[in-house]
């Protein structure tokens, strides 16, 4: 990896570290380490016991895993963890597994920055590429990943986990898509200068909208290779009031984005007003 490449890296990361009054370190040891998984077990609770155990996060971090803290005048905040993984085509990449915040520190973009953190350690250890699965109905997730970080979408796995037993997500199939970050795309590098905002046309015609606060399916002219799917306001509070409702969205979301993702569509960005704008690929057919 080009050093000058990871240098400046390093340095934006510590720049936004600072700018959100926060301090960001990769975590070492057992205590140390104890101190991310408290993070994820108040971030997603569960009935048994942990998310995962001190002695496999242990062994993990001892060999090149990446595992870091988010600190706030010396309290932690947030945590992350991530392994290395391996596609289709046996290329090595980082597999971001658990990046979490506290609920009161949250849209204060510590999220981001612990990203902007992740992207630099990764450049410094020679990946190119970082991967996680992020709940495609999740409106503050899917703004994050594609407009603040610059990520794309190309795949997605219904029910990718089964049954979790946390608070989150108990109840409801753990659909998931895939951001793919490529570290040194121009997508990434202009979300890094804060441009990755695109210009949408008003022709894009919408595939799925919510109206007052249900999903409605629209048909789609095929010869458009770019549609837009809306989001609700707030799946997370309507999980807690309404799990049927939740379960519709879920759905409607789901039959929009599978069949066009697996047909070599992709997930090419985020608006202003909460929709995916996803977009195929011109001599492909949605199937």
């Known amino acids: 990896m080009d050093q000058q490449v990871v240098a400046r890296a390093l340095a934006m990361a510590s720049e936004r570290s600072m700018a959100n009054g926060v301090s960001i370190r990769v975590l070492s040891g057992v205590e140390e380490q104890n101190l991310a998984r408290q993070i994820f077990d108040e971030v997603w609770p569960t009935d048994e016991g942990t998310q995962i155990t001190a002695n496999l996060l242990q062994a993990m971090a001892h060999n090149g895993t990446y595992v870091s803290g988010v600190f706030v005048e010396g309290e932690i905040v947030g945590a ?35 990203k902007w953190h992740q992207r630099a350690w990764a450049l410094e250890c020679g990946y190119e590429v970082i991967t996680w699965t992020f709940d495609p109905l999740v409106k503050r997730n899917a703004r994050l990943n594609l407009v603040k970080l610059g990520v794309q979408v190309f795949e997605y796995f219904p029910n990718f986990y089964g049954e979790l037993p946390d608070a989150l997500n108990a109840g409801d199939p753990t ?62 509070e309507i999980r807690s009031q309404d799990s049927a409702l939740a379960l519709q969205w879920r759905l409607a979301l789901r039959a929009e984005l599978h069949p066009r993702l697996i047909s070599g569509w992709h997930i090419s960005g985020f608006t202003h007003d909460g929709a995916y704008l996803v977009t195929g690929n011109m001599k492909e057919e949605v199937k």
Not at 98 to 108: C, H, I, L, S
Not at 178 to 185: E, F, K, N
Not at 196 to 212: C, F, G, R, T
């Open 175 to 236: 659909d998931r898509v895939i951001a793919r970050w490529d570290l040194l795309s121009e997508s990434t590098l202009a979300a890094a200068r804060y441009r990755n905002l695109e210009k949408l046309s008003d022709e894009i015609p919408v595939a799925l909208s919510n109206a007052e606060g249900k999903p409605i399916h629209h048909d789609v002219d095929p010869s458009h290779r770019q549609v837009l799917c809306y989001l609700p306001s707030d799946i997370i």
């Open 80 to 114: 992350a963890f991530a392994f290395p993984g391996v596609d289709e085509h046996r290329r090595l990449h980082l597999h971001s597994h658990m990046a979490a915040v506290k609920e009161n520190f949250r849209d204060r973009s510590i999220g981001s920055t612990l």
